[in-house]
């Protein structure tokens, strides 16, 4: 299995682009930001990858992180969606924006993704929006990285969420406060403490 590819750029028109490890090109299919930060020619690249195997072809994805991989991963587990699928909600959306959908349940803007009609768009949701917590995935677009902090026993698990998210605690207290009002349960009360800070 190839796990990271780590070279120079020989070709980045678009995606796929080649990558050259010690005399070898490998084609890696990347997301667009991917190629927005890296695609120039002649530069040094570092990709965490996936090979996908078929019958007909060995396909090969690179991320620029392992949470980008991982949620990759995740999406492909879900029924029809396959890895050209996955590979455009994560370029169509970002890792940020589709977690965000898929917390938020929000399968209509998961449905903007070329492939991916309301049906998938709802499959993806309910099979996700649990699991989807267990990464500590990159922030919405827009709102300043936060590196997440390790879970100790005493931590509030809604509050690492929201800031794993990209929020900050002054930020979403209100919100958090709300939520836990309504539910007890972790992912429910993302969703509606995201509803209110969207408000």
Known sequence: MIARL?????????????????????????????LVEHGIVGTAIDLYTCLVIRETDHTLYGFSNPRQRRLFEMLREVKGCGAKISLALISTLSEGGAVEAILTQNAK????????????????????????????????????????????????????????????????????AIAREQSTDLSEQVRIALRNLQK
């Open 109 to 176: 803007t998961l449905a903007t993704t070329p492939g991916i009609g309301p049906r998938l768009a709802e499959r993806i949701v309910l099979e996700l929006k649990d699991k989807i917590l267990e990464l500590q995935i990159a922030p919405i677009p827009g709102r300043a990285a936060v590196t997440p902090v390790k879970s100790t026993p005493n931590d509030d698990p809604l509050a690492e969420a929201l800031l794993t998210l990209g929020y900050r605690r002054q930020e979403f207290e209100d919100a958090a």
């Open 6 to 34: 780590r070279g120079e750029v020989l070709e980045a028109e678009s995606s796929p682009i080649v990558i050259d490890c010690h005399g070898v090109g490998y084609e890696v299919h990347i997301p667009h930001s991917v």
